[in-house]
Each structure stands twice: as structure tokens, then as C-alpha cells.
């Protein structure tokens, strides 16, 4: 249960942190979708200077209520399972470390937060894509005035289904992220720890920052893919205007904008998970070793 509770917990405290970079990155990519040749942002850094001056602190923390949901119920399920699963296959003893599992692992994790983490995703990517200024605008705008408001809307217009769109392409991207992340994780410490380092800040530092670069160039395409699913109109029918299926997604995405648009975003995306996951290690490692204490565990 602790791994639960301080995954998700840990997760939500370093989304509070990076969420405007979250913010940017999802606006990256949607831009130049369809052939749509409107620049309004040309990276993570003036990306962010230009969101803060025109929209301001509430410009950049747009979408910040479901990303904590989001985080918190991917993250608990995402540690949880995880380090329950690594109990159980027997690889969670100090010193031992074995990459074919954890990755195993993952996959599993990575589909059943997928799934359950899905309904938060969409509404993340609709509220942070969101905006007021006219300049600032980029893939399909929503109008929900907060988290409850677009709740009600997709409810009212698309039913239960609207909340696990693009589903098909999210949880593949939840699979590439946690097999990827968790088992690099793990494999960077344990290689840290053999050569003299010690289990603290230092060593969940390096290898959540090795963690966050694996995750990111494995599931950046479908990350992209997903988010563009998530964002784009449908009609009263439940038809989609552009996409049909995350196949024709990636084909259209590779068609009009080159197979490069596939890694729109990449560098915000890690600019935002390297910060974010080195936060969550250090976090979830410290309230690990805290509700340890709090049994008179030694650590």
C-alpha cells in the first residue's frame, strides 16, 4: 500500500513543479497539425515566455487539476504494481537487479495505468491546449471553463467513450514510458550502487535523469499520437474530423509534416519528465524511507 500512496503522492508534488513545461509541450504538438503552417511557439524556453507574458501564471498552469489526477492515479498504479510485482518475481532484495523482469514488468504496469489513468489524460491535453489568445492558438480549442466543466461536456456529447479517446495509442505510450523508465531506473541505480555510490539523492538524481531520457525517445511518437487523438473535434454523431485510428494519425502526421513531426515536442517532453521523474524518484525513495522510520524499520 506505501508504494501506492507515496508514488502517487510523490508524482503529484512534482507535477506542480513542471506543469507549465507540460503545458508547452502539449502545445508544440499540435502545432503545424493538418499542414497548419501558424508557428506560435519556437521552443520549451520562449515557449514558456511567451505563454507567461500573454496568458499569464494562468496560462501556464492551465490543465494543472487533471494533471494531478492524472499523475496520481498513474503513478500509484505505476509504483505500485511495480514494486509489488518485483516482490513477487523475488528481484526486490538489495543488490539484485534484473533488467528482463523489470521490463516485463512495466509492460504490465504501463497498460493498467494506461487504462486506468486514460479519462485524466484527455482532459489534461483539452485544458493545457486551451487558450484565449488569438496569436497563441494551435490545434482544436475546447471551451471548458475548468476540470468539472469539461467533465460535464464530454459526458453530455460524447458519453463514457469520449473519456478514453485515443485510448489505442495512449496505452502503448504508458507501456514504452513505464517499461522504459521503471526498468532503466532500476538498472542505473543498481550499476550506480555496484561502483561505489551511495542509495541517496545523488544516485536517484542520475539515474531518474537516465530514466527520463530512455522513456521519452520510446514514447514520444505515441505520446504525439495520442494527445493529437485526444484534442481533435468529433461530431454530434461521435464521428472524429481527423483522425480514424492511431495508424492513421502517424500516417497523416508523417504525410503533411515530415517523419520528424513524430518527435514534436521531444525536447519539452523531456525538459518536463527529466525534472518530473527526478522529483517523483527522490520524492517516493524519501517518503519511502520516511514510513519505514515510521514502522522502526533501520534504513
Not at 555510490?197 to 539515474?207: A, E, N, V
Not at 514520444?220 to 461521435?238: E, I, T, W
Not at 485510428?245 to 513531426?261: H, Q
Request: hydrophobic share 40%; glycine share 12%; with cysteine.
Amino acid at each position: 500500500m506505501e508504494n501506492f500512496l507515496c508514488g502517487g503522492v510523490s508524482a503529484a508534488c512534482a507535477i506542480c513543479i513542471v506543469n507549465p513545461v507540460d503545458v508547452v509541450k502539449s502545445r508544440l504538438q499540435m502545432q503545424g497539425e493538418g499542414g497548419n503552417a501558424k508557428k506560435a511557439y519556437d521552443g520549451v524556453l520562449s515557449g514558456l515566455l511567451h505563454i507567461g507574458r500573454k496568458e499569464g501564471l494562468k496560462g501556464l498552469y492551465r490543465g494543472l487539476v487533471p494533471a494531478i489526477w492524472f499523475q496520481m492515479v498513474g503513478n500509484s498504479v505505476r509504483f505500485g504494481v511495480y514494486n509489488v510485482g518485483k516482490k513477487w518475481a523475488g528481484v526486490d532484495k538489495k543488490g539484485q537487479n534484473n533488467s528482463t523482469i523489470n521490463f516485463g514488468l512495466g509492460i504490465v504496469t504501463g497498460a493498467v495505468a494506461g487504462l486506468v489513468a486514460c479519462p485524466f489524460f484527455v482532459l489534461k491535453t483539452q485544458m493545457q491546449v486551451q487558450t484565449s489568445v488569438t496569436e497563441n492558438v494551435v490545434g482544436h480549442q475546447h471551451q471548458h471553463s475548468g476540470m468539472w466543466d469539461a467533465v460535464k461536456t464530454i459526458s453530455r456529447e460524447e458519453g463514457l467513450v469520449g473519456f478514453f479517446r485515443g485510448v489505442d495509442a495512449f496505452v502503448p505510450r504508458c507501456i514504452a514510458l513505464v517499461a522504459f523508465q521503471m526498468a532503466s531506473y532500476d538498472f542505473g541505480k543498481q550499476t550506480l550502487i555496484s561502483r561505489g555510490y551511495k542509495d541517496g539523492p545523488s544516485t536517484h538524481f542520475m539515474s531518474s535523469a537516465f530514466a527520463a531520457g530512455c522513456a521519452c525517445v520510446a514514447m514520444q511518437p505515441f505520446d504525439l499520437v495520442g494527445a493529437r487523438m485526444m484534442n481533435q473535434p468529433f461530431s454530434k454523431d461521435g464521428k472524429p474530423h481527423l483522425y480514424t485510428s492511431p495508424v492513421d494519425c502517424f500516417l497523416k502526421t508523417i504525410r503533411t509534416e515530415g517523419p520528424l513531426a513524430l518527435y514534436k515536442g521531444g525536447f519539452a517532453n523531456y525538459m518536463r519528465m527529466g525534472p518530473q521523474y527526478i522529483l517523483t524518484f527522490i520524492f517516493f525513495e524519501q517518503f519511502i524511507k520516511f514510513t519505514k522510520r515510521l514502522r522502526g524499520e533501520n534504513v
